[in-house]
């Protein structure tokens, strides 16, 4: 993931003064108005950051200037009338955006502050409530042509600021010459607003996967949605984590910002009750404590019940706040030595997410040091969705085994299924690769791979079975992702490789066009929307009895010539295929271009602006069984007009995006081309004696030629068709085509074989299986 995708609060700030103050120093410059600014200069050596004074260079710089100077700069900016500047509708959102956000800080402090109204309060705010001032100063003074706010652009929606001020600029009567780049002066009150922003966000996170949990509890998102989310928003919280080490270096750690805080609030008369939770301080304090008994080689035992018993089934609202703190101590003791046997055994987790990465430092390094600062928020996070999900936290892992089993069970039948069957191209190391999935599998829902793990002079512990899961949802559901990835990856490539679902399709929308064939193929329909019309069919859905053999050809990537009809019979009749080889099916997935390498081969996450847009365009368009969380194509809108997103549109996008997925990802090839290949041998048996007089015995060589039959089919096609034409018979034709449409609409008479696929990846999908368990399917 590429930083400059997303601006979390406290970047946008910074983006946004920096664009303000670089506009108005360029517009001072251009009118010949000097101010006081200060070089922006590195630590040195010794640790001094002393600016100097500006001095006259050609080589750009970038320069600090105060606050003080704003409304000098504004009026002479007002006053020039050669040339005459006006305020830029972008620059307008953004002085507005930032004085909301440092609007924000004052609501902080009144809202964690035990003296809301005293002195002390008033006192401390001044810094900001100057700043505020300040601006709306600078906004009274140039007096915005367009004062309308609903119809200026949220800062949010602005692009980079480079290209901010090149489009603030292009409207200005003459070029700017001023290259140097400007930015606000930083004061004690910026630190503090900084490390307020990275809170906020935090808790906005925490509030958003809230809902998430509650929406996944209600059946209304499905557990990999769920869990990508989440873990997506783990590698946000890492890299806003990483942004203010940046902007305050040397005091971002997680006890040196609260501190900061403290201190804060304190000269304000104290912090209340609602500041701990705000800042995960008693998470970190229980991670600290946890980690001080933590030592090389050795496994912490926490019996259950030592401190106490957790009973999900009470109203965690209506607990004292004594009793929720008693509650996240009985469930982080009694979770964290699960990753600690992790660290010890050094055991390989699949799919494995950001937290359990995070926790794993601090267990291999036997300190809360070495615990990166996401990680605290994270495991605030997994808390919160334990008091969402209450006793239903087992669930994911209950999902987890039913995919297990479902994808063990579909490899099984494929095994038993191909059992003598071979073809070239279908080498044994594929069916390899099937056990190595269906031994992962097992691994991780059969067998308790962490609670058979034994860590070495550690005495006999017995391990509660597959404890660490069923208390990791997020881990339960990425799991569930990647073995739906492997499963559904491994079953597109059976299909193409057998051609069991491609040249079936081309025979289907034959009949459909030529043979009055009434019968709907279910599961055909779904492939075609998924897989694109274009990529099956090289182009729009053929029609013409010409067009059949060569689009199915073009499929094949095959010459025409290989159907010629002046074969002597009996002669060879093998369709030679290009080089590069038939067409395979491929799915516009952005979800997998971005997920998929990450959770197989740990890739880092591909959340790239194009992938994002990519992402939501399939989304907007996608057969789901679930109602999206918000209005598809107004956010889609929105993103689409963007650079940057703000972390919540980022976990609205993964969200939709994966939840849009979800029928892709249950839906059955294996299965599919099992029913394709009965078809295909269904219609070799009807058609066996019409091909062997047209082409030889020996039409067909091997078993990898058997979708050749439709090809062969396709042929006659096209020479009864010429021949009616040359005849000028009406409604002629080939005979045996309708032949072979017959034979499709017995195969499409059992619902089972029409839409087998489809109809279980809606039934397994999480809406539906929660409204049934719940006995409120409709």
């Given at each position: 993931?590429?930083?400059?995708?997303?601006?979390?609060t406290?970047s946008?700030?910074?983006?946004g003064?920096?664009?303000?103050?670089?506009?108005?120093?360029r517009s001072?410059?251009?009118?010949?108005v000097d101010f006081?600014?200060?070089?922006s200069?590195?630590s040195?050596?010794?640790?001094?950051?002393k600016?100097?004074?500006?001095?006259?260079?050609?080589?750009?710089?970038?320069?600090?200037?105060p606050?003080k100077?704003?409304?000098?700069?504004?009026?002479?900016?007002?006053?020039?009338?050669?040339?005459k500047i006006?305020?830029?509708?972008?620059i307008?959102?953004m002085?507005?955006?930032?004085?909301a956000?440092?609007?924000?800080?004052?609501?902080?402090?009144?809202r964690?502050?035990?003296s809301?109204?005293?002195a002390a309060?008033?006192?401390?705010?001044?810094?900001?409530r100057h700043?505020?001032a300040v601006?709306?100063?600078?906004?009274t003074?140039?007096k915005?042509e367009?004062?309308?706010?609903t119809e200026?652009?949220n800062m949010f929606e602005?692009?980079?600021?480079?290209e901010?001020?090149?489009?603030a600029?292009a409207?200005e009567?003459?070029?700017?010459?001023d290259?140097?780049?400007y930015?606000l002066?930083?004061?004690?009150e910026?630190?503090?607003?900084?490390?307020?922003?990275f809170?906020?966000?935090v808790?906005?996170?925490?509030?958003?996967?809230q809902g998430?949990?509650?929406d996944y509890?209600?059946g209304?998102v499905?557990?990999?949605?769920?869990?990508?989310?989440?873990?997506?928003?783990?590698v946000?919280?890492e890299h806003s984590?990483q942004d203010?080490?940046?902007a305050?270096p040397?005091?971002?750690?997680?006890?040196?910002m609260?501190?900061i805080?403290?201190?804060?609030?304190?000269?304000l008369?104290?912090?209340?009750?609602?500041f701990?939770?705000?800042t995960?301080?008693?998470?970190?304090?229980?991670?600290?404590?946890?980690?001080?008994v933590?030592?090389?080689?050795q496994?912490p035992?926490m019996?259950?019940?030592?401190?106490g018993?957790?009973n999900?089934?009470?109203?965690?609202?209506?607990l004292s706040?004594?009793?929720?703190?008693?509650?996240?101590?009985?469930v982080?003791?009694e979770?964290l030595?699960?990753?600690t046997?992790?660290?010890?055994?050094?055991l390989?987790?699949?799919a494995?997410?950001?937290l359990?990465?995070?926790?794993?430092?601090?267990m291999?390094?036997?300190?809360m040091?070495?615990?990166?600062?996401y990680?605290?928020?994270?495991?605030?996070?997994?808390?919160?969705?334990?008091h969402v999900l209450?006793?239903?936290?087992a669930?994911?892992f209950?999902q987890?085994?039913?995919?297990?089993?479902?994808?063990i069970?579909?490899?099984?039948d494929?095994f038993r299924?191909s059992?003598?069957?071979?073809?070239?191209n279908?080498?044994?190391?594929n069916?390899?690769?099937?056990?190595q999935?269906?031994?992962?599998?097992?691994?991780?829902t059969?067998t308790?791979?962490?609670g058979?793990?034994?860590?070495?002079g550690v005495?006999n512990?017995?391990?509660?079975?597959?404890y660490?899961?069923?208390?990791?949802?997020?881990?339960?559901?990425?799991?569930?992702?990647?073995l739906?990835?492997?499963?559904?990856?491994?079953g597109m490539n059976l299909?193409?490789?057998?051609?069991?679902?491609?040249?079936?399709?081309h025979?289907?929308?034959a009949a459909?066009?030529s043979a009055?064939?009434?019968?709907?193929w279910?599961d055909m329909?779904?492939?075609?929307?998924?897989?694109?019309l274009q990529?099956i069919?090289v182009?729009?859905p053929?029609s013409d009895?010409q067009?059949?053999?060569?689009r199915?050809?073009?499929t094949?990537g095959?010459?025409?010539?290989?159907?010629?009809?002046n074969?002597?019979?009996g002669?060879?009749a093998?369709?030679?295929?290009s080089?590069?080889g038939?067409?395979?099916l491929?799915?516009t997935?952005?979800?997998?271009?971005?997920?998929?390498?990450?959770y197989?081969?740990e890739?880092p996450?591909?959340l790239t602006?194009?992938?994002i847009?990519?992402?939501l365009?399939v989304?907007s368009?996608a057969?789901?069984?679930?109602?999206?969380s918000?209005d598809?194509a107004e956010?889609?809108r929105?993103m689409?007009?963007?650079?940057q997103?703000?972390?919540l549109?980022l976990l609205?996008?993964?969200?939709?995006g994966v939840?849009s997925e979800?029928l892709?990802l249950?839906?059955?090839?294996f299965?599919l081309h099992?029913r394709?290949s009965?078809l295909?041998?269904d219609?070799?048996?009807?058609t066996?004696h019409?091909?062997v007089k047209?082409?030889?015995s020996?039409y067909?060589?091997e078993?990898?030629?058997?979708?050749y039959?439709?090809?062969?089919i396709?042929?006659?096609?096209?020479g009864?068709?010429?021949?009616?034409?040359q005849l000028r018979?009406?409604?002629?034709g080939?005979r045996m085509?309708?032949d072979?449409?017959a034979?499709?609409a017995r195969f499409l008479?059992?619902g089972?074989n029409?839409?087998?696929?489809?109809m279980g990846?809606?039934?397994?999908s999480?809406?539906?299986a929660?409204?049934f368990?719940?006995?409120t399917l409709?």
């Amino acid at each position: 993931m590429t930083p400059e995708t997303y601006l979390n609060t406290y970047s946008s700030y910074k983006a946004g003064t920096s664009n303000i103050t670089t506009w108005l120093a360029r517009s001072a410059r251009r009118v010949g108005v000097d101010f006081d600014a200060t070089v922006s200069a590195p630590s040195s050596a010794n640790g001094s950051t002393k600016p100097k004074k500006r001095e006259a260079t050609s080589a750009t710089k970038k320069y600090q200037i105060p606050l003080k100077e704003f409304a000098s700069i504004a009026k002479a900016i007002a006053t020039s009338t050669d040339p005459k500047i006006r305020l830029p509708k972008a620059i307008v959102s953004m002085i507005r955006d930032v004085i909301a956000l440092r609007k924000q800080a004052t609501d902080f402090f009144v809202r964690f502050t035990k003296s809301k109204s005293s002195a002390a309060v008033q006192a401390a705010n001044a810094g900001h409530r100057h700043f505020i001032a300040v601006l709306e100063e600078v906004l009274t003074i140039l007096k915005p042509e367009d004062d309308k706010q609903t119809e200026l652009p949220n800062m949010f929606e602005a692009l980079t600021v480079e290209e901010t001020l090149e489009v603030a600029e292009a409207n200005e009567p003459a070029p700017a010459t001023d290259a140097n780049q400007y930015e606000l002066q930083t004061t004690g009150e910026d630190i503090v607003f900084a490390i307020l922003s990275f809170f906020k966000d935090v808790n906005e996170v925490r509030e958003y996967l809230q809902g998430v949990w509650t929406d996944y509890r209600q059946g209304k998102v499905d557990v990999m949605s769920a869990a990508v989310t989440t873990d997506t928003a783990f590698v946000l919280l890492e890299h806003s984590s990483q942004d203010i080490a940046e902007a305050i270096p040397g005091e971002a750690t997680y006890p040196g910002m609260v501190a900061i805080l403290t201190d804060y609030l304190e000269k304000l008369g104290g912090v209340n009750e609602h500041f701990g939770d705000w800042t995960c301080l008693q998470t970190a304090s229980l991670l600290n404590s946890y980690a001080d008994v933590l030592e090389p080689g050795q496994l912490p035992v926490m019996k259950a019940g030592h401190f106490g018993i957790y009973n999900p089934k009470r109203d965690r609202s209506k607990l004292s706040a004594e009793e929720k703190h008693n509650e996240d101590l009985i469930v982080l003791m009694e979770l964290l030595p699960e990753f600690t046997k992790l660290s010890r055994t050094k055991l390989y987790v699949p799919a494995q997410d950001e937290l359990t990465t995070g926790l794993r430092q601090m267990m291999d390094a036997n300190t809360m040091d070495a615990l990166p600062t996401y990680a605290i928020f994270g495991t605030q996070i997994l808390l919160d969705i334990h008091h969402v999900l209450r006793q239903d936290t087992a669930r994911p892992f209950e999902q987890l085994q039913a995919t297990g089993k479902r994808v063990i069970s579909t490899l099984d039948d494929y095994f038993r299924y191909s059992r003598g069957r071979s073809i070239s191209n279908w080498p044994p190391e594929n069916d390899e690769v099937f056990r190595q999935i269906s031994a992962q599998a097992k691994d991780w829902t059969v067998t308790d791979t962490v609670g058979k793990a034994i860590v070495k002079g550690v005495g006999n512990v017995r391990p509660r079975p597959y404890y660490l899961l069923k208390n990791h949802p997020v881990l339960c559901g990425l799991l569930t992702f990647r073995l739906n990835v492997l499963l559904n990856g491994a079953g597109m490539n059976l299909c193409t490789a057998w051609g069991t679902v491609l040249y079936p399709a081309h025979l289907y929308n034959a009949a459909r066009q030529s043979a009055d064939l009434d019968a709907e193929w279910k599961d055909m329909e779904y492939i075609l929307s998924v897989h694109s019309l274009q990529r099956i069919f090289v182009g729009a859905p053929p029609s013409d009895p010409q067009e059949y053999l060569k689009r199915f050809l073009l499929t094949l990537g095959a010459s025409a010539s290989n159907f010629a009809r002046n074969r002597r019979p009996g002669g060879r009749a093998l369709i030679v295929e290009s080089k590069k080889g038939p067409r395979g099916l491929k799915t516009t997935s952005p979800v997998k271009d971005i997920f998929r390498a990450h959770y197989l081969y740990e890739s880092p996450i591909a959340l790239t602006t194009p992938n994002i847009v990519a992402m939501l365009a399939v989304a907007s368009k996608a057969e789901r069984t679930s109602w999206p969380s918000v209005d598809m194509a107004e956010f889609s809108r929105k993103m689409i007009v963007q650079r940057q997103y703000t972390t919540l549109q980022l976990l609205t996008a993964v969200r939709e995006g994966v939840a849009s997925e979800e029928l892709h990802l249950l839906f059955d090839y294996f299965g599919l081309h099992q029913r394709s290949s009965r078809l295909l041998r269904d219609l070799q048996t009807h058609t066996q004696h019409d091909l062997v007089k047209y082409f030889g015995s020996d039409y067909i060589e091997e078993e990898s030629q058997l979708p050749y039959i439709i090809g062969y089919i396709f042929e006659v096609v096209r020479g009864s068709d010429r021949i009616s034409e040359q005849l000028r018979v009406q409604n002629g034709g080939s005979r045996m085509l309708h032949d072979a449409a017959a034979v499709l609409a017995r195969f499409l008479e059992s619902g089972e074989n029409s839409g087998k696929g489809i109809m279980g990846a809606k039934a397994l999908s999480h809406s539906v299986a929660h409204a049934f368990a719940n006995g409120t399917l409709g």
